[in-house]
């Protein structure tokens, strides 16, 4: 190994005597390098391209060769052939990338900067660059050459000229560069005008005394009307300049105007900066919305809670003198940035959506979650960014992510960085409605290998237990039974959680306590050794048996205790000394003896201040009396909040966001002013407007840059500020839609690719496709019937039901018919397509029924279909549901499967006995003017929608005049919630009464759907809110399936509580009445007769719930609930509990 | 006073310099763009990825008490940025990402043998790149007319003729409001292809049921026109379409008054948009897992049996099927046998991997066997998730279609071409 480096160094020699022919040898060298054999080594040596190759590290002799090799290339650098030249400097260039030192070579170098060869000139730049701060002096030779660059004619040579002089940090061509600067930033083209913007802040950190000239600069390059420029001049703004802000005003429509145009480095600074500025400019447009509600000054606290106290009452007084208007530049930078969203640079994506994060109405906000949630698909990195951003967001404005839950779900092979972030998100999603599905995910995620991960899991159980009260009990269950987890970090994380749910409501849990107290024994791990010991010193009164047991045993394994541990048996012992001094008397003074001697001062320190306090000597004072109240004091419980909480003071996307914690150089948010500072500073004079706009200058832009014409509307900035409405459907844009429309042109599935021929006949390819039509929906009765998807026609029709509305949406497939855009083609195209199909044609003569029809007819027609409806229960026939247009599909789904429906109706009948039947008033006869209205579940299926709870309304006409219009309105309900009205009720007599039924999903929750009542004089806003039993079906299950699912619903599914019978629950009998009353299940046959068993599906999601009665001859009763929804279980647990302890 | 002050705002610069460092642990490049710093401040980075234990689980921001540490992991290399002052970290990231594309395009792939063997032209790229830390030029069209990328008949030419790699005049891009495209693009054959790619992404339960669907669409092109040409591309249903990102050529406005893209493309291969298409539509998920894994409390043994069989293919062939299991790490090894394909357990990884191929209707791929456990480790907790991948050819699982492409501002007729696949993104069963 030591023969190449000699090798190499005598290579230039021979290359520099006959360069020529070496020449040659290394571009053949150099072309065949893979095949480099030993032969050709002294060659290659030389002059290969492969710059490691002269310093293999493994040579021998480091410092000689070293000395050589610089040597030669010296050498190179005097040939006057520029190819060596090149080489070598490709070789220092090499070193420095390698982090070599090869600053002896600046001598050599630096003669060689005004080479004509352009790469090596630019080699030669690099390495000046690099080691011109060191040699200064030497550094100034080259200066003269610069000097000559900046007036060279190519303007890619000037730019780079005064690239590397203001890269160059030597302080004493300060006033060079300064000049430099200056003038290039009038230099004509733009890219040498950028390069000066660039070169700004260079000078500036080389020599801040330079400010103020340097400001001047700036002030002069943002008013530069090239999307070039904008992005760096903003840039150095920042850097040199951040709090001028009056240096804005002016140019700030103009910036908003380019912004899009501007290249994606320049949109991102830009952007943070105008969020600055407009924090400084504009008014916080969330204050008027809190006004507008109208509900004083108490709402206006409530729900605005940016700002402090005092601020917000001024801004309030302030805002109701004057109501908020939104300044129209506001308005502008809102409506400038938000196509950006769609950016494929993340950052650029992330800046928007913190501008409007902390600038835009509340309502607005919503738009940038799905940029963001898409975002998340992107790298690790982005997607780890990303996500700390949206848990700060999701704990201000938890709806904006709510309805992209499902999108942070995680996968096993996600990174566990990524996996914890999710999970905070997730967390703070959680609330009422959506907190079983998660809760479902987390049991999935305890299961994980990923041991931090599981941890993490446990701990956002106990969040969501301490923040959603209703599930407390079910997460606290769950957690419970973690406690025999064979892993023991599983238990340890689970005791820590434990504790601090516990410490909510202790009286409840003395169980658990016990349990945990006996876990003692198996669990390792300090920190949750340490949390069951303070648990039972902490309630000590509720298990005053174990306590001193387990003190006692703690006494014995003190000493190897770890320092948690200890410092907690000591507080145990304190407290136990405190409640039951007689038993453990002896045990405290033992452990505080063996504290005394303890190796670790804080144990010592602790054991002596314990003593002092409990034990009462003559000495000890005051304190003493203070002893039970200082260890027993009541401890508030632990409040289990977000790490993130409190993050958005720290403008989001920053760096100081991210670590939460002020980096350098981070410029402050600023709040919002009280008043707004005068609009008119960004209003420019019209003479240099009207220069820029001149027609010729348009007409030029039009002309050179096409990209400009569909948004030259807003491009022009006099325009902008207030004009919203002729934006950008100029000319052109209608021309496109005309020739998209009329395009009939479509790639076939089957074809790879396809040479258009614009001229072909249009007509004949509509015949083909109708063909196509036509003989496609043929296949699929040939193909298998198992494979769904080829069953074309059926598939598509019901996903279009599926998305109903959107039927833009499904209209993809092989139709291309679609090609026509507005809606009314479509539908003819898809009734075409519908009357192949022989399935189709049995609906025909229905479905054929155009969607746009008048009223009167859909009326007719429901008539009629209410004839093939199965819900001849309906007590009218005046009630024949009054249908939306939508209705007439899901009617006749329910239509075809009327068969597997009657089962389900024909049976709860029998279980449900209509007298047991609760009436619920919905008005009161007086509230409602004489109209009484009562309500009942009347526990039969509702027809129309197998999913909705049947609600059965009498209405009562208490008056002696006759009631008119009898319908519903304006639903208010929670979202997934659906209403199905009944039909108006055109008259109702006086004295009269008459039933209607109407269907309510309420996604099994038992949230009340709110509407209004209409009479033809009167509206009264009411609600239903349903007993959670009459949110299920029953259910038909033998025995054994009941067994079966009941293992399946294990765990945090399943709730079991014990009570004792009421008086009356004498028999079986009485119990099977008293539940079926409460819940609408039905009973499952079982061998013993000492348990009851029940079954019931949700209505809305179909879930199971099962409920066990199991009876002791005690008098007692167990009763379980394994259900999916935990909510619904645990209230319904809480129900039954009731309606049997009667 | 004043004087330190502004002592103390100087230091501001974007990415202060450049680290790039191999799975092993290796140094292998460093650029600074202002002064040296240091690679011991690298110890820090050492430090965090040793703690990691896993590559992917480094945090891509670390705190240093002069410094942050930006750094992102990409084909086995960590590029390293080092911060010093307030930044958005997505702009470093995001940075990073696309000097290691334009690596990548540069040489065909973005290794460490690869970026040592061209070392020069990366130093003169990143120098094109970055100016005192602040992105100059990343479009690729734009570099490349500044530095030309390394062909071997290139270099044979620049060394005889003694011509360089680097361009002497400004690129034409950089100047006009289409940076993106060069100027005088010449083809003998006018083309214009666009790959429309879809992944599904999706979490299916024990039971098969979705939990979770979505679909990840892009729309790669390769245009190969002459002159400046002016493409619009239409879609059949581009409500579909609800949310999208678009490469910068793309005008907004059009597509949000028409539903239409409307660009003057780069020359060359690009990725034109890419979709989302969320949960909350109806995702068809082609295929459907039977899977039963099973560990025995003693014996330390298990058994797998997975069977993997068409479900909404829309009548197209799944393609280049492969589940692959992360086991438990107490699994020693695997006795299977597949009714198709193979498989194979890597007992250091603990990665399972079973290459099916092609999916065939009529007999279902079947993995079947004996898994053997350490023996006196407590049989692991939970079984392990199965990661699916597969391929449709010719299909767009969303049933995104593009109806036409026409081209303004250019008299020839160009070659036009649309292909559809359908690939598994990050498909999981839960078992």
């Given at each position: 190994?030591?023969?190449?480096?000699?090798?190499?160094?005598?290579?230039?020699?021979?290359?520099?005597?006959?360069?020529?022919?070496?020449?040659?040898?290394?571009?053949?060298?150099?072309?065949?390098?893979?095949?480099?054999?030993?032969?050709?080594?002294?060659?290659?040596?030389?002059?290969?391209?492969?710059?490691?190759?002269?310093?293999?590290?493994?040579?021998?002799?480091?410092?000689?060769?070293?000395?050589?090799?610089?040597?030669?290339?010296?050498?190179?650098?005097?040939?006057?052939?520029?190819?060596?030249?090149?080489?070598?400097?490709?070789?220092?260039?090499?070193?420095?990338?390698?982090?070599?030192?090869?600053?002896?070579?600046?001598?050599?170098?630096?003669?060689?900067?005004?080479?004509?060869?352009?790469?090596?000139?630019?080699?030669?730049?690099?390495?000046?660059?690099?080691?011109?701060?060191?040699?200064?002096?030497?550094?100034?030779?080259?200066?003269?050459?610069?000097?000559?660059?900046?007036?060279?004619?190519?303007?890619?040579?000037?730019?780079?000229?005064?690239?590397?002089?203001?890269?160059?940090?030597?302080?004493?061509?300060?006033?060079?560069?300064?000049?430099?600067?200056?003038?290039?930033?009038?230099?004509?083209?733009?890219?040498?005008?950028?390069?000066?913007?660039?070169?700004?802040?260079?000078?500036?950190?080389?020599?801040?005394?330079?400010?103020?000239?340097?400001?001047?600069?700036?002030?002069?390059?943002?008013?530069?009307?090239?999307?070039?420029?904008?992005?760096?001049?903003?840039?150095?703004?920042?850097?040199?300049?951040?709090?001028?802000?009056?240096?804005i005003h002016k140019n700030y429509r103009k910036l908003c105007n380019l912004l899009i145009d501007v290249e994606e480095w320049g949109q991102v600074v830009i952007i943070n900066m105008l969020t600055r500025y407009a924090r400084t400019q504009f008014l916080n447009p969330n204050i008027n919305e809190s006004l507008l509600e109208d509900s004083g000054e108490k709402a206006f606290y409530a729900s605005d809670d940016e700002e402090d106290e005092d601020k917000k009452a001024e801004a309030a007084t302030l805002?109701?003198?004057?109501?908020?208007?939104?300044?129209?530049?506001?308005?502008?930078?809102?409506?400038?940035?938000?196509?950006?969203?769609?950016?494929?640079?993340?950052?650029?994506?992330?800046?928007?959506?913190?501008?409007?994060?902390?600038?835009?109405?509340?309502?607005?906000?919503?738009?940038?979650?799905?940029?963001?949630?898409?975002?998340?698909?992107?790298?690790?990195?982005?997607?780890?960014?990303?996500?700390?951003?949206?848990?700060?967001?999701?704990?201000?404005?938890?709806?904006?992510?709510?309805?992209?839950?499902?999108?942070?779900?995680?996968?096993?092979?996600?990174?566990?960085?990524?996996?914890?972030?999710?999970?905070?998100?997730?967390?703070?999603?959680?609330?009422?409605?959506?907190?079983?599905?998660?809760?479902?995910?987390?049991?999935?995620?305890?299961?994980?290998?990923?041991?931090?991960?599981?941890?993490?899991?446990?701990?956002?159980?106990?969040?969501?237990?301490?923040?959603?009260?209703?599930?407390?009990?079910?997460?606290?269950?769950?957690?419970?039974?973690?406690?025999?987890?064979?892993?023991?970090?599983?238990?340890?994380?689970?005791?820590?959680?434990?504790?601090?749910?516990?410490?909510?409501?202790?009286?409840?849990?003395?169980?658990?306590?016990?349990?945990?107290?006996?876990?003692?024994?198996?669990?390792?791990?300090?920190?949750?050794?340490?949390?069951?010991?303070?648990?039972?010193?902490?309630?000590?009164?509720?298990?005053?048996?174990?306590?001193?047991?387990?003190?006692?045993?703690?006494?014995?394994?003190?000493?190897?205790?770890?320092?948690?541990?200890?410092?907690?048996?000591?507080?145990?012992?304190?407290?136990?000394?405190?409640?039951?001094?007689?038993?453990?008397?002896?045990?405290?003074?033992?452990?505080?003896?063996?504290?005394?001697?303890?190796?670790?001062?804080?144990?010592?320190?602790?054991?002596?201040?314990?003593?002092?306090?409990?034990?009462?000597?003559?000495?000890?004072?005051?304190?003493?009396?203070?002893?039970?109240?200082?260890?027993?004091?009541?401890?508030?419980?632990?409040?289990?909040?977000?790490?993130?909480?409190?993050?958005?003071?720290?403008?989001?996307?920053?760096?100081?966001?991210?670590?939460?914690?002020?980096?350098?150089?981070?410029?402050?948010?600023?709040?919002?002013?009280?008043?707004?500072?005068?609009?008119?500073?960004?209003?420019?004079?019209?003479?240099?407007?009207?220069?820029?706009?001149?027609?010729?200058?348009?007409?030029?832009?039009?002309?050179?840059k096409p990209f400009y014409s569909d948004s030259e509307g807003e491009s022009g900035p006099t325009e902008s500020a207030d004009s919203e409405s002729d934006s950008g459907s100029g000319s052109e844009s209608a021309s496109g839609s005309e020739e998209s429309g009329s395009g009939s042109e479509s790639e076939d599935s089957g074809e790879e690719s396809e040479s258009e021929e614009e001229e072909e006949d249009e007509e004949d390819q509509k015949k083909k496709r109708k063909k196509l039509d036509k003989t496609?929906?043929?296949?699929?009765?040939?193909?298998?019937?198992?494979?769904?998807?080829?069953?074309?026609?059926?598939?598509?029709?019901?996903?279009?039901?599926?998305?109903?509305?959107?039927?833009?949406?499904?209209?993809?497939?092989?139709?291309?018919?679609?090609?026509?855009?507005?809606?009314?083609?479509?539908?003819?195209?898809?009734?075409?397509?519908?009357?192949?199909?022989?399935?189709?044609?049995?609906?025909?003569?229905?479905?054929?029924?155009?969607?746009?029809?008048?009223?009167?007819?859909?009326?007719?027609?429901?008539?009629?279909?209410?004839?093939?409806?199965?819900?001849?229960?309906?007590?009218?026939?005046?009630?024949?549901?009054?249908?939306?247009?939508?209705?007439?599909?899901?009617?006749?789904?329910?239509?075809?499967?009327?068969?597997?429906?009657?089962?389900?109706?024909?049976?709860?009948?029998?279980?449900?006995?209509?007298?047991?039947?609760?009436?619920?008033?919905?008005?009161?006869?007086?509230?409602?003017?004489?109209?009484?209205?009562?309500?009942?579940?009347?526990?039969?299926?509702?027809?129309?929608?197998?999913?909705?709870?049947?609600?059965?309304?009498?209405?009562?006409?208490?008056?002696?005049?006759?009631?008119?219009?009898?319908?519903?309105?304006?639903?208010?309900?929670?979202?997934?919630?659906?209403?199905?009205?009944?039909?108006?009720?055109?008259?109702?007599?006086?004295?009269?009464?008459?039933?209607?039924?109407?269907?309510?999903?309420?996604?099994?929750?038992?949230?009340?759907?709110?509407?209004?009542?209409?009479?033809?004089?009167?509206?009264?806003?009411?609600?239903?809110?349903?007993?959670?039993?009459?949110?299920?079906?029953?259910?038909?299950?033998?025995?054994?399936?009941?067994?079966?699912?009941?293992?399946?619903?294990?765990?945090?599914?399943?709730?079991?509580?014990?009570?004792?019978?009421?008086?009356?629950?004498?028999?079986?009998?009485?119990?099977?009445?008293?539940?079926?009353?409460?819940?609408?299940?039905?009973?499952?046959?079982?061998?013993?007769?000492?348990?009851?068993?029940?079954?019931?599906?949700?209505?809305?999601?179909?879930?199971?719930?099962?409920?066990?009665?199991?009876?002791?001859?005690?008098?007692?009763?167990?009763?379980?609930?394994?259900?999916?929804?935990?909510?619904?279980?645990?209230?319904?647990?809480?129900?039954?509990?009731?309606?049997?302890?009667? | 006073?004043?004087?330190?002050?502004?002592?103390?705002?100087?230091?501001?610069?974007?990415?202060?310099?450049?680290?790039?460092?191999?799975?092993?642990?290796?140094?292998?490049?460093?650029?600074?763009?202002?002064?040296?710093?240091?690679?011991?401040?690298?110890?820090?980075?050492?430090?965090?990825?040793?703690?990691?234990?896993?590559?992917?689980?480094?945090?891509?921001?670390?705190?240093?008490?002069?410094?942050?540490?930006?750094?992102?992991?990409?084909?086995?290399?960590?590029?390293?940025?080092?911060?010093?002052?307030?930044?958005?970290?997505?702009?470093?990231?995001?940075?990073?990402?696309?000097?290691?594309?334009?690596?990548?395009?540069?040489?065909?792939?973005?290794?460490?043998?690869?970026?040592?063997?061209?070392?020069?032209?990366?130093?003169?790229?990143?120098?094109?790149?970055?100016?005192?830390?602040?992105?100059?030029?990343?479009?690729?069209?734009?570099?490349?007319?500044?530095?030309?990328?390394?062909?071997?008949?290139?270099?044979?030419?620049?060394?005889?003729?003694?011509?360089?790699?680097?361009?002497?005049?400004?690129?034409?891009?950089?100047?006009?409001?289409?940076?993106?495209?060069?100027?005088?693009?010449?083809?003998?054959?006018?083309?214009?292809?666009?790959?429309?790619?879809?992944?599904?992404?999706?979490?299916?339960?024990?039971?098969?049921?979705?939990?979770?669907?979505?679909?990840?669409?892009?729309?790669?092109?390769?245009?190969?026109?002459?002159?400046?040409?002016?493409?619009?591309?239409?879609?059949?249903?581009?409500?579909?379409?609800?949310?999208?990102?678009?490469?910068?050529?793309?005008?907004?406005?059009?597509?949000?008054?028409?539903?239409?893209?409307?660009?003057?493309?780069?020359?060359?291969?690009?990725?034109?948009?890419?979709?989302?298409?969320?949960?909350?539509?109806?995702?068809?998920?082609?295929?459907?897992?039977?899977?039963?894994?099973?560990?025995?409390?003693?014996?330390?043994?298990?058994?797998?049996?997975?069977?993997?069989?068409?479900?909404?293919?829309?009548?197209?062939?799944?393609?280049?099927?492969?589940?692959?299991?992360?086991?438990?790490?107490?699994?020693?090894?695997?006795?299977?046998?597949?009714?198709?394909?193979?498989?194979?357990?890597?007992?250091?990884?603990?990665?399972?991997?079973?290459?099916?191929?092609?999916?065939?209707?009529?007999?279902?791929?079947?993995?079947?066997?004996?898994?053997?456990?350490?023996?006196?480790?407590?049989?692991?907790?939970?079984?392990?998730?199965?990661?699916?991948?597969?391929?449709?050819?010719?299909?767009?699982?969303?049933?995104?279609?593009?109806?036409?492409?026409?081209?303004?501002?250019?008299?020839?007729?160009?070659?036009?071409?649309?292909?559809?696949?359908?690939?598994?993104?990050?498909?999981?069963?839960?078992?």
């Amino acid at each position: 190994m030591r023969a190449p480096p000699a090798l190499s160094a005598s290579a230039p020699r021979n290359g520099s005597r006959d360069s020529v022919s070496a020449l040659r040898r290394s571009a053949s060298s150099a072309a065949a390098e893979m095949s480099a054999s030993s032969a050709f080594s002294d060659e290659k040596g030389g002059s290969a391209s492969e710059p490691e190759y002269g310093h293999d590290p493994a040579s021998g002799g480091i410092f000689s060769s070293d000395y050589k090799r610089h040597d030669d290339l010296k050498e190179m650098l005097d040939s006057n052939k520029d190819s060596l030249k090149l080489e070598a400097m490709k070789r220092i260039v090499a070193m420095i990338a390698r982090g070599k030192n090869a600053s002896d070579l600046f001598p050599a170098v630096v003669k060689n900067v005004a080479c004509k060869n352009i790469e090596v000139k630019k080699l030669v730049y690099v390495y000046l660059v690099r080691y011109a701060e060191e040699q200064q002096d030497l550094a100034l030779l080259s200066i003269s050459t610069f000097q000559r660059g900046l007036k060279d004619p190519n303007q890619l040579i000037r730019a780079s000229a005064l690239r590397v002089l203001s890269s160059i940090r030597v302080t004493i061509i300060v006033p060079i560069m300064m000049l430099a600067i200056k003038e290039a930033a009038s230099d004509m083209s733009p890219y040498v005008r950028k390069t000066a913007a660039h070169a700004i802040p260079k000078l500036h950190s080389l020599d801040p005394e330079q400010k103020d000239q340097l400001i001047e600069v700036i002030e002069k390059l943002l008013a530069d009307k090239t999307t070039l420029v904008a992005g760096s001049v903003v840039m150095a703004f920042e850097e040199v300049c951040p709090d001028r802000i009056d240096l804005i005003h002016k140019n700030y429509r103009k910036l908003c105007n380019l912004l899009i145009d501007v290249e994606e480095w320049g949109q991102v600074v830009i952007i943070n900066m105008l969020t600055r500025y407009a924090r400084t400019q504009f008014l916080n447009p969330n204050i008027n919305e809190s006004l507008l509600e109208d509900s004083g000054e108490k709402a206006f606290y409530a729900s605005d809670d940016e700002e402090d106290e005092d601020k917000k009452a001024e801004a309030a007084t302030l805002a109701k003198r004057k109501p908020y208007v939104m300044d129209p530049d506001h308005r502008l930078l809102l409506r400038n940035t938000k196509p950006l969203l769609q950016s494929r640079n993340a950052a650029v994506v992330m800046a928007v959506a913190q501008l409007y994060f902390h600038l835009a109405p509340k309502a607005e906000v919503g738009i940038i979650a799905k940029a963001l949630v898409r975002l998340m698909r992107s790298h690790s990195e982005v997607q780890y960014v990303v996500l700390q951003n949206v848990a700060t967001m999701t704990i201000k404005r938890r709806g904006m992510f709510e309805p992209y839950l499902k999108s942070f779900y995680i996968r096993s092979t996600d990174p566990t960085q990524i996996k914890i972030l999710k999970l905070e998100v997730l967390t703070n999603l959680a609330n009422e409605t959506n907190i079983s599905t998660i809760l479902r995910e987390f049991q999935t995620y305890i299961k994980s290998m990923d041991k931090d991960f599981v941890a993490a899991s446990i701990q956002a159980i106990g969040r969501c237990a301490t923040n959603i009260g209703e599930v407390r009990d079910t997460c606290l269950n769950g957690l419970v039974q973690l406690l025999s987890n064979r892993d023991e970090l599983v238990v340890a994380e689970s005791v820590v959680v434990i504790k601090k749910l516990l410490q909510m409501q202790p009286e409840q849990h003395s169980d658990i306590i016990k349990h945990m107290a006996k876990l003692i024994d198996n669990i390792q791990v300090p920190m949750a050794r340490a949390s069951i010991l303070w648990l039972i010193g902490e309630y000590c009164e509720h298990v005053p048996k174990i306590a001193p047991d387990v003190l006692r045993k703690m006494a014995k394994s003190f000493t190897n205790e770890e320092d948690i541990v200890k410092l907690q048996i000591i507080n145990l012992a304190a407290k136990l000394y405190l409640t039951n001094s007689k038993q453990t008397k002896l045990l405290t003074q033992y452990v505080l003896n063996l504290a005394k001697y303890d190796q670790n001062y804080d144990i010592r320190d602790r054991a002596r201040f314990i003593r002092q306090l409990i034990v009462p000597t003559d000495k000890s004072g005051a304190l003493n009396k203070y002893a039970k109240k200082l260890f027993l004091a009541l401890k508030p419980a632990p409040v289990l909040e977000s790490p993130f909480k409190d993050r958005d003071h720290f403008q989001l996307g920053s760096l100081s966001h991210l670590l939460n914690a002020k980096a350098g150089g981070y410029q402050e948010l600023p709040d919002w002013p009280e008043s707004a500072p005068d609009p008119s500073v960004r209003n420019v004079e019209i003479p240099e407007w009207s220069k820029c706009t001149s027609r010729k200058d348009r007409k030029e832009k039009k002309v050179e840059k096409p990209f400009y014409s569909d948004s030259e509307g807003e491009s022009g900035p006099t325009e902008s500020a207030d004009s919203e409405s002729d934006s950008g459907s100029g000319s052109e844009s209608a021309s496109g839609s005309e020739e998209s429309g009329s395009g009939s042109e479509s790639e076939d599935s089957g074809e790879e690719s396809e040479s258009e021929e614009e001229e072909e006949d249009e007509e004949d390819q509509k015949k083909k496709r109708k063909k196509l039509d036509k003989t496609k929906p043929k296949k699929p009765v040939v193909e298998s019937a198992e494979s769904e998807q080829s069953s074309g026609a059926e598939d598509r029709k019901r996903v279009r039901k599926a998305v109903k509305n959107q039927k833009s949406a499904s209209e993809s497939e092989s139709e291309s018919e679609s090609s026509e855009s507005d809606d009314e083609s479509e539908e003819e195209s898809e009734e075409e397509s519908e009357s192949d199909t022989d399935i189709r044609k049995k609906k025909a003569p229905v479905s054929k029924q155009p969607p746009k029809q008048s009223k009167k007819e859909s009326k007719k027609e429901t008539q009629e279909m209410s004839l093939l409806d199965l819900d001849d229960f309906e007590p009218s026939p005046a009630s024949a549901p009054v249908t939306p247009v939508n209705f007439l599909s899901s009617s006749l789904v329910s239509d075809l499967e009327g068969l597997s429906l009657t089962d389900t109706i024909l049976a709860p009948t029998t279980i449900a006995p209509s007298g047991l039947i609760k009436m619920y008033e919905l008005l009161h006869r007086i509230t409602g003017e004489g109209l009484g209205v009562e309500y009942c579940f009347s526990r039969q299926p509702f027809s129309p929608d197998p999913n909705m709870v049947a609600v059965q309304i009498q209405f009562t006409n208490n008056t002696n005049s006759e009631t008119k219009n009898l319908h519903i309105e304006e639903p208010r309900l929670q979202s997934g919630m659906r209403i199905r009205e009944f039909a108006e009720i055109e008259v109702l007599a006086a004295g009269e009464s008459v039933t209607v039924v109407m269907g309510i999903d309420f996604c099994d929750s038992t949230q009340a759907a709110n509407f209004q009542l209409c009479t033809h004089t009167r509206k009264f806003f009411v609600s239903i809110q349903p007993p959670v039993g009459e949110l299920m079906t029953p259910a038909f299950l033998t025995e054994n399936d009941f067994k079966k699912e009941q293992g399946k619903l294990m765990g945090m599914n399943e709730i079991s509580e014990k009570l004792t019978l009421g008086g009356k629950c004498v028999n079986e009998h009485v119990i099977v009445e008293r539940v079926t009353a409460t819940a609408n299940l039905s009973r499952v046959p079982c061998g013993s007769d000492k348990e009851c068993r029940f079954a019931g599906k949700t209505v809305s999601s179909g879930c199971l719930v099962l409920v066990t009665v199991a009876t002791k001859d005690t008098g007692g009763a167990q009763l379980t609930v394994n259900c999916e929804k935990m909510v619904i279980g645990t209230m319904l647990v809480k129900d039954i509990l009731q309606a049997l302890s009667q | 006073m004043k004087h330190l002050e502004a002592r103390l705002s100087i230091a501001l610069i974007m990415i202060h310099s450049l680290f790039l460092i191999n799975n092993a642990g290796d140094l292998f490049l460093e650029k600074h763009w202002k002064s040296v710093i240091s690679r011991s401040v690298c110890d820090y980075f050492f430090e965090a990825r040793e703690k990691a234990v896993e590559p992917d689980n480094v945090p891509p921001v670390i705190r240093t008490p002069h410094h942050y540490l930006i750094n992102i992991y990409r084909e086995k290399i960590f590029f390293v940025s080092v911060i010093q002052t307030e930044v958005p970290p997505l702009f470093v990231i995001e940075f990073l990402h696309r000097v290691a594309e334009t690596f990548q395009d540069y040489f065909g792939e973005c290794s460490e043998t690869t970026i040592k063997d061209n070392m020069v032209i990366v130093y003169e790229l990143l120098e094109e790149m970055l100016d005192n830390g602040f992105p100059l030029a990343t479009e690729s069209n734009i570099l490349k007319e500044l530095i030309r990328p390394p062909t071997i008949l290139r270099t044979m030419v620049n060394t005889i003729t003694g011509s360089s790699n680097v361009g002497e005049t400004l690129p034409t891009g950089q100047l006009s409001t289409i940076p993106w495209r060069r100027a005088g693009v010449k083809y003998t054959n006018n083309e214009a292809y666009f790959d429309v790619v879809e992944e599904i992404d999706a979490i299916l339960d024990k039971s098969g049921t979705t939990v979770f669907a979505e679909i990840q669409g892009v729309i790669d092109a390769c245009v190969k026109l002459s002159g400046m040409p002016d493409l619009t591309l239409s879609f059949m249903n581009p409500r579909l379409l609800d949310d999208v990102s678009f490469h910068p050529c793309v005008r907004y406005k059009r597509w949000e008054s028409e539903r239409v893209i409307s660009f003057i493309p780069p020359d060359g291969n690009f990725q034109l948009m890419s979709y989302h298409i969320s949960a909350q539509n109806l995702v068809a998920i082609p295929v459907y897992v039977k899977q039963n894994i099973n560990f025995f409390e003693t014996g330390s043994s298990g058994r797998l049996d997975i069977t993997v069989g068409p479900k909404q293919t829309m009548g197209k062939t799944v393609e280049c099927l492969v589940v692959t299991v992360h086991m438990p790490k107490v699994v020693l090894s695997a006795n299977l046998n597949a009714t198709q394909g193979t498989y194979n357990y890597d007992p250091v990884t603990k990665i399972l991997v079973w290459d099916i191929g092609k999916l065939n209707p009529q007999k279902l791929p079947n993995l079947k066997g004996s898994l053997s456990l350490q023996s006196g480790a407590p049989k692991p907790e939970e079984n392990p998730s199965l990661n699916i991948d597969l391929k449709i050819q010719q299909l767009a699982i969303s049933g995104l279609k593009v109806n036409r492409l026409d081209m303004y501002g250019e008299k020839y007729k160009p070659f036009k071409g649309v292909k559809y696949v359908t690939k598994a993104g990050k498909f999981q069963v839960r078992t």
